[in-house]
Nanobody, 114 residues
């Protein structure tokens, strides 16, 4: 399983951005997909996760602002980010889990300017 994330960049506070991650191989077999982020000097944290059955989980800090979705037709998972804040600045990683195996994408950097 390989993951390719893209969509990061520079955005002003209050703005929106959509991250995408294309997954090669076994997309429909994956148990869950997620977005994680790591800010400078901080540990990587879960941002949003979606199960095979489309159940979703969000970090409290993004609840109501971010939406995770998956596109089965295009083997991809998206993260729609609205009302962005400077504290959302981080490298964002997509993650896939297939049973006990976890796969990570290469990360895409988002900078939110105040």
């Amino acid at each position: 399983v390989q993951l390719q994330a893209f969509g990061g960049g520079l955005v002003q506070a209050g703005g929106s951005r959509r991250l995408s991650c294309v997954i090669s191989n076994s997309f429909i077999m994956l148990d869950d997909l997620g977005w994680y982020r790591q800010a400078p000097g901080k540990q990587r944290e879960m941002v949003a996760r979606i199960t095979r059955g489309t159940g979703t989980t969000y970090a409290d800090s993004v609840l109501g602002r971010f939406t995770i979705s998956k596109d089965v037709a295009h083997d991809s998972v998206h993260l729609q980010m609205d009302r962005l804040k400077p504290e959302d600045t981080a490298v964002y990683y997509c993650r896939a889990r297939l049973r006990t195996y976890v796969y990570w994408g290469q990360g895409t950097e988002l900078t939110v300017s105040s």
